[in-house]
Nanobody
Framework: QVDLVESGGGLVRPGGSLRLSCAAS????????MGWYRQAPGKERELVAS???????NYADSVKGRFTISRDNANRAVYLQMNSLKPEDTAVYYC???????????????WGQGTQVTVSS
């Protein structure tokens, strides 16, 4: 049993900031890439940002220069700092982790339950 729990979502005005957090709990496992995805009403889930275990970052074009992803491997956590938020950023944001089952080479995907981000005046 491995859980990813997101926090930090909420309601913010355009131009404001939010910081999302995601912490892994449960059994010990190896984490490779981690990332944040989002899904807006009527839209498919899309990648927002990802980060490798070594710290290499990737961002969707729509958030480049505004969002920053980071991770804390010791605490098995990933964060998303969101600045200059726009109404089009409104979505449910999901934490994701690509993992390896302990003592195996089996790859698995872990997902959080999602946290709502609403950007509105």
């Amino acid at each position: 049993q491995v859980d990813l729990v997101e926090s930090g979502g909420g309601l913010v005005r355009p131009g404001g900031s939010l910081r999302l957090s995601c912490a892994a709990s449960g059994s010990i496992f190896s984490i490779n890439d981690m990332g944040w995805y989002r899904q807006a009403p009527g839209k498919e889930r899309e990648l927002v940002a990802s980060i490798t275990a070594g710290g290499d970052e990737n961002y969707a074009d729509s958030v480049k220069g505004r969002f920053t992803i980071s991770r804390d491997n010791a605490n098995r956590a990933v964060y998303l700092q969101m600045n200059s938020l726009k109404p089009e950023d409104t979505a449910v944001y999901y934490c994701h982790a690509r993992t390896i089952v302990p003592y195996t080479t089996i790859l698995t995907d872990q997902w959080g339950q999602g946290t709502q981000v609403t950007v509105s005046s």
